[in-house]
T-cell receptor, first 112, second 113 residues
Framework: GENVEQHPSTLSVQEGDSAVIKCTYS??????FPWYKQELGKRPQLIID?????GEKKDQRIAVTLNKTAKHFSLHITETQPEDSAVYFC???????????FGTGTSLTVIP | KAGVTQTPRYLIKTRGQQVTLSCSPI?????VSWYQQTPGQGLQFLFE???????NKGNFPGRFSGRQFSNSRSEMNVSTLELGDSALYLC????????????FGPGTRLTVL
């Protein structure tokens, strides 16, 4: 089955700096790669996603890049703010059905 | 639209007991997935239901089972509880089948003593 690895597990950055979180996946059949943000005590919420026919997608300060050949995708957050502090999860979805495989999460701390 | 709801929010059980968790998806969503979230393990996929049929199943023992009703509400059952089953159980619903955005519920925090 699919295996998603996520790095780093913890990340601390100064406010205003950029943060990058990387994930790799194993199954070439995966075609949908969402990123979720989970604040303490809250449910995961989708912040950005990318499909396998696209190499990059941006939404204001957040961007995701996908390298299908290398089977890795990354989340980039620019101009980080304290409210970006949370746990971020990447995921990969197999083509058939909604079977999502999640990474183990990255705890991001933005230091004011 | 109301979001995904889960009941109960908190549950305390003892080893050997069984438990049933409930998930009501967003109106119109027919796909419901269940996940177990534990510190260090992230979200692990349990199973996914669509139109009352289990389409996908993760790597969990047979003690974990589920079902979906005609109104798309879903239940998850864990029998013969073990200490290691203590976790946050999240369900997520999606509108479309096949790699659609998932909307998560608040989760049920299960503690096994």
């Amino acid at each position: 089955g699919e295996n998603v690895e996520q790095h780093p597990s913890t990340l601390s950055v100064q406010e205003g700096d950029s943060a990058v979180i990387k994930c790799t996946y194993s199954d070439s059949a995966s075609n949908y790669f969402p990123w979720y943000k989970q604040e303490l005590g809250k449910r995961p919420q989708l912040i950005i996603d990318i499909r396998s026919n696209v190499g990059e997608k941006k939404d204001q300060r957040i961007a995701v890049t996908l390298n299908k050949t290398a089977k890795h995708f990354s989340l980039h957050i620019t101009e980080t703010q304290p409210e970006d502090s949370a746990v971020y999860f990447c995921a990969a979805s197999i083509v058939v059905g909604n079977q999502f495989y999640f990474g183990t999460g990255t705890s991001l701390t933005v230091i004011p | 639209k109301a979001g995904v709801t889960q009941t109960p929010r908190y549950l305390i059980k003892t080893r050997g007991q069984q438990v049933t968790l409930s998930c009501s998806p967003i109106s119109g969503h027919r796909s419901v997935s269940w996940y177990q979230q534990t510190p260090g393990q992230g979200l692990q996929f349990l199973f996914e239901y669509f139109s009352e049929t289990q389409r996908n199943k993760g790597n969990f023992p047979g003690r974990f089972s589920g079902r979906q009703f005609s109104n798309s509400r879903s239940e998850m059952n864990v029998s013969t509880l073990e200490l290691g089953d203590s976790a946050l159980y999240l369900c997520a619903s999606s509108l479309v089948t096949g790699s659609g955005e998932q909307f998560f519920g608040p989760g049920t925090r299960l503690t096994v003593l």
